[in-house]
């Protein structure tokens, strides 16, 4: 009997959220009358998969605005209707977002409120928003953050590395010599790195990671809070075989261990007499035993190779 009272509660608990009405006794948090001292902008987080990881106070601010403005339309039109959210519709994307934030900004200084959405997770997090954010505050307008889902959060909070301490480089590089170059500038970095990936250039960047920076613990967060949501960890040569030669789908964060230090006593000579030891074994290419020798020695491929070819 208890049982199914605790069921009906938490029913009306579920209906209750959807309807996103603010506290007893509390009154609404934006205004929707205009004049007076201007609007406020606010920046909503939305769900990055799993529409139930929506706030209620997320809820509450886009049913009270007078505006929301949306990386896709079509995209948040889904989320929109989810919770039965009725609130006019406006796009604010990349190409359009520098010529059309002016029309917003004159909303908001006429008294109006406004919120802003990417597709998913936070806005201005790699998305849109920057331009939108930055031109509210020179003109004195309250820009109020909406806080909610993260992927980068999301997946440094399952990862198992370092969390006090991490850096986040948004999108890596599309063209491989420019990817490149960034990892190598990274090589020193000593806090966890955080990317977002294609899940077509996946395979590439990783093995660029195991090749400038050497056998590192790796991460890849894949659809997460989805269906087919998956994680896979391990050093960077593992998570390379275990995706094999198939099709990576889905949204894709990557992390990256931070540099812990070379082991103390392996020295350059000490790196050549295992190398020697290798070819005298036969049937690795060069590049095999610098994979071979950064895992169990902790070195930097980039150093390994110097070496090799520069003895």
Do not use: W
């Not at 070379?262 to 049937?283: F, I, M």
Request: charged share 30%; glycine share 10%; net charge positive.
């Amino acid at each position: 009997m208890k049982k199914n009272v605790h069921q009906r509660r938490d029913k009306k608990r579920k209906a209750s959220i959807r309807e996103a009405g603010p506290p007893a006794g509390e009154q609404p948090e934006t205004r929707k009358s205009s004049g007076g001292t201007g609007g406020t902008l606010y920046v909503v987080a939305t769900p990055i998969g799993n529409l139930d990881d929506i706030t209620i106070r997320a809820i509450r601010v886009l049913k009270e605005v007078r505006l929301i403005a949306a990386e896709d339309t079509r995209r948040t039109r889904i989320l929109l209707n989810a919770y039965q959210i009725l609130t006019p519709l406006t796009s604010l994307y990349d190409q359009n977002e520098a010529r059309k934030c002016g029309l917003l900004i004159a909303r908001l200084q006429g008294g109006e409120d406004v919120a802003y959405v990417s597709d998913a997770g936070t806005p201005g997090i790699s998305d849109p928003g920057y331009i939108l954010v930055r031109e509210a505050i020179l003109r004195g307008i309250r820009v109020a953050p909406v806080p909610g889902a993260s992927a980068l959060i999301a997946a440094l909070s399952v990862s198992g590395l370092p969390m006090d301490s991490f850096v986040f480089h948004g999108f890596l590089p599309s063209k491989s010599t420019r990817r490149r170059e960034l990892l190598t500038s990274l090589l020193e970095e000593e806090k966890t790195l955080i990317f977002y990936e294609s899940p077509r250039r996946l395979l590439s960047s990783l093995h660029d990671i195991g090749e400038l920076l050497g056998g590192r613990e790796v991460v890849v967060s894949r659809e997460m809070t989805k269906i087919y949501e998956e994680f896979l960890r391990g050093p960077v040569s593992e998570v390379i075989t275990g995706l094999g030669d198939g099709t990576v789908r889905g949204e894709v964060t990557l992390i990256v261990a931070g540099r812990t230090g070379e082991t103390p006593d392996c020295s350059d000579e000490e790196l050549l007499r295992r190398h020697e030891q290798l070819r005298r074994e036969g049937g690795l290419s060069l590049r095999d035993m610098a994979d071979r020798l950064a895992q169990e020695t902790g070195v930097s491929r980039r150093r390994i190779y110097r070496l090799l070819l520069f003895p």
